[in-house]
C-alpha cells in the first residue's frame, strides 16, 4: 500500500516538474509586451502598403515612454484645442539621461504618433482606434523615410489614463540610440519595446494565473493520490 502509494507520488511530482518545466519554457517564448506588440503591427501595416518594416529600437522605445511621462498623466493636453507637446530639447536634456541612451548618439525624431484614453485596451485597437484615427497619423506611420521605431505603453498611478506613444527616427540601425551597458533602464509604470523586457500592461495577471492553475491541478493530482 505504501510502495504503491509512494511510486503514485513520485510520478505526480515528476509530472509536476515537466508541467511547470513547459509552462515557463513556453512564457519564454511568448512575447508579453503589448509595446513590441504595438511595433510589429505598425511593421506589418507599413509592408502592407509597400513600406520597409522597422527596425525596433529599445533606446528610442524607452525615449518614447519618457515622452509619455513628460504628460504626467494629463490625457488633454494630447489632442484637442489644449494639445502641448514636449520640447525637442527635453530629448537630451531628461528623456535620454533616464534611459541610460547617450546623448551623443541621439538622432532625429521623424515622426511621432501619440494618443491617450481612460480605459486601457489591447494593441490592435490603441492601433486602429486611438493612434490612427486621423489622417494624418497615417501619413507618419507610411512614412517611407523612417529608418527606426520604439514604441512604449503606460497608465498613471496604476490606473488610467493611457497613453500610447510611437516614435520613429531615420538613425543608422546599431549606432543610433545606443544604451549605456547596452541595458535600457527599466521604469515602472509603463512598458516600452525592444527591451527584452515582460511587461504585462494592462492585464498582468494572465502570467500568474497560468502559474496558479498549474499548481492546483498539482494540488488535485496528489490529494486524488493519497485519497484526501
Known sequence: MCS???TSLCITFLCTLFICSSAAHDEKKVTNNPADELVAIVNSNRTAHKAASLDNNPGLGCLALQYIKAYQGKCDDVGGSNAKKPADSEFAETFAPNCGVEATTLSPITGRVLG???????????????????????????????TEVGAAVSGSDGGGPYFWCVLFSNGKSN??????????????????????????????????????????????????????
Not at 515602472?188 to 502559474?211: H, K, V
Open 4 to 6: 504503491s502509494m509512494a
Open 116 to 146: 491617450c484614453q481612460s480605459k486601457y485596451v489591447t494593441p490592435d485597437k490603441a492601433f486602429t482606434e486611438i493612434l490612427t484615427m486621423k489622417n494624418r497619423s497615417l501619413n507618419i506611420i507610411y512614412n517611407t523615410t523612417h
Open 175 to 228: 549606432s543610433s540610440f545606443q544604451l549605456e551597458g547596452g541595458v535600457a533602464k527599466i521604469t515602472r509604470p509603463g512598458c516600452f519595446s525592444g527591451a527584452n523586457d515582460e511587461c504585462s500592461g494592462a492585464d498582468g495577471w494572465s502570467q500568474n494565473l497560468n502559474i496558479l492553475t498549474v499548481f492546483v491541478g498539482v494540488f488535485a493530482a496528489i490529494a486524488y493520490t493519497i485519497g484526501v
